[in-house]
């Protein structure tokens, strides 16, 4: 329990970071200079102002300086990596603690994206691409198995793990390029951007085939449906509404983490 006590202020920390990522990535922004400041009045933002959710509250969710609203996405970020972080250390930590780390990177990862494409509809690629590296560089020390290991592919020391890991990175990957290069042939308009297809290979790297597979199908499921909803009842135009698939795939992946995790 200590352990999951420790892992949750970590990951109350490690939130706080992602939402500097979330805001300055897509922006092409530095996330180590400047030091935290307010975006409206731009007044570096003090220690005892930036301490993860606890700030927010004693604030009232406003800037101390020019009482601007700090986004509720602050705390939501920092909480919800937090907890997860608890979860995983909590539940993993005694028997697998390598494994216990690696879900917490990457289940950040993810809140990252889910958050980044909402907010920006944009998908870093230090999130997406690092996160391919990360999994590939996990899944030598975590053991993947999935489609090649039930094969029974014969590979040397701990290869087939790290094979596993590209393959669940490439195949979705290449078949989510695939539908919307299709799609942008037959409608004459993208309907898909590279960095859903890098965040797809960024689960498969970590979690495997079967689980990037489940995370497309649990996605465009909830991204159709929802989407939908929201155009409707938004009377926004479906044929220039961008959608943040990317926030429904980071979702889905968190389900499939959760999934995959129990075995």
Not at 35 to 59: G, M, Q
Not at 227 to 233: E, H, L, R, S, W
């Amino acid at each position: 329990m200590l352990e999951a006590g420790i892992a949750l202020l970590f990951g109350l920390i490690a939130g706080s970071f992602l939402n500097v990522c979330i805001y300055r990535w897509p922006r092409d922004l530095s996330v180590v200079k400047p030091r935290s400041h307010c975006t409206s009045c731009e007044k570096t933002i003090a220690w005892y102002d930036n301490i993860p959710v606890v700030s927010f509250v004693a604030l009232g969710g406003r800037c101390r300086y020019c009482q601007a609203r700090i986004p509720f996405r602050y705390p939501v970020v920092e909480l919800a990596t937090g907890l997860l972080f608890f979860y995983w250390v909590l539940s993993r930590w005694q028997d697998q603690p390598v494994f216990a780390i690696k879900m917490c990177v990457f289940t950040a990862l993810a809140v990252g994206l889910i958050f980044s494409d909402l907010e920006e509809r944009i998908l870093p690629d230090e999130m997406t691409l690092g996160g391919v590296l990360l999994g590939l560089v996990f899944a030598y020390f975590v053991p993947l198995k999935d489609v090649l290991y039930f094969a029974e592919v014969q590979l040397p020391g701990k290869f087939l793990s790290v094979a596993e890991s590209a393959l669940g990175a490439a195949f979705p990957a290449f078949f989510l390029w695939g539908a919307g290069w299709l799609y942008e042939k037959i409608r004459h308009r993208q309907g898909l951007g590279l960095g859903d297809v890098k965040l797809i290979a960024m689960v498969g790297a970590f979690l495997g085939l079967h689980s990037a597979l489940l995370t497309l199908i649990l996605g465009s499921i909830a991204g159709s449906i929802v989407g939908y909803a929201y155009i409707k009842f938004t009377h926004k135009d479906a044929s220039t509404y961008e959608l943040p698939f990317g926030t429904f795939l980071g979702l889905a992946a968190l389900v499939a983490a959760f999934g995959w995790g129990m075995f």
